[in-house]
């Protein structure tokens, strides 16, 4: 994470520990494709917390999913996924998402 690329950041100095505040835009306008979630949160936002307590392999549970933007990172970056949520119109806005997601390295 010290080494990481967080170039959105302008808090994080390169080559520096993670601070406690990160710098994080709002959803891109392409996270909403589909419609979006009232508290939907940034994909960089969930790919470094991912990134920071996980493994490769690991399995994340999210079990307020949303739109799954949480499940969105780990598959982009090797984790396995488990989502859970009481409502079948973000459920199904979480299916078009993974339906375009495109996994790197794997």
């Known amino acids: 994470m010290k080494e990481g690329d967080w170039s959105e950041d302008f808090i994080k100095k390169p080559n520096t520990q993670m601070r406690s ?55 982009k970056h090797g984790r396995k996924f488990i989502g859970i949520d009481t409502e079948k119109k973000y459920l199904d806005l979480s299916r078009k998402r993974f339906r375009d997601l495109v996994v790197v390295g794997n």
């Open 21 to 75: 505040v990160w710098a994080v835009n709002p959803p891109k306008k392409e996270e909403k494709k589909y419609g979006k979630h009232p508290t939907q949160k940034p994909l960089s936002l969930l790919e470094r917390i991912v990134l920071a307590s996980t493994n490769k392999g690991d399995i994340i549970l999210d079990p307020f999913t949303g739109s799954s933007t949480t499940g969105i990172a780990a598959k």
